[in-house]
């Protein structure tokens, strides 16, 4: 069975995306991990919250301070480049295009990557094993 690890941006994907998230995880193997991301007080991503308290296994990550730079995408790519060994299919739910080269990386280390996401991010579809599109 291959053990996927999940990353989600909470800042572009909605909660309401959640089950169709998690399928594509169980489909795949078993769970090792699944994260979402966002800033601590950020009323968009509140729904995720909600979500990681309903949903056992969840660990949601919120980041003090506001909103720099690409501070969600900086931490999701920290944490997929640090801990390469715990999954061998990594899904990453977003649709930033920011993500190709941490994707490149990761893959190029053996992993296969499955993204999530919007049809907008042409660049990151690109460079997934696979791409799964949400409704735009």
């Known amino acids: 069975m291959k053990k996927v690890a999940v990353y989600i941006d909470g800042e572009n994907i909605p909660a309401k995306e959640a089950s169709k998230i998690f399928y594509t995880a169980q489909r795949i193997g078993g ?10 007080k950020d009323p968009g991503t509140k729904g995720w919250s909600e979500e990681a308290s309903r949903r056992a296994g969840l660990k949601d990550i919120r980041l003090c301070g506001g909103p720099g730079r690409n501070k969600v995408d900086k931490k999701i790519q920290k944490d997929i480049a ?3 060994d715990c999954a061998d299919v990594i899904i990453l739910a977003t649709s930033d295009h920011g993500y190709a080269e941490c994707v490149r990386d990761a ?3 053996g992993k296969k990557v499955i993204g999530i996401g919007r049809q907008k991010t042409k660049k990151l579809m690109e460079v997934c094993d696979a791409y ?3 409704g735009d």
Request: proline share 5%; glycine share 6%.
């Open 107 to 109: 893959r190029n280390k």
């Open 31 to 40: 769970m090792v991990s699944a994260k979402v991301y966002g800033i601590q």
């Open 132 to 134: 799964i599109r949400l």
């Open 82 to 84: 640090k801990d390469p």
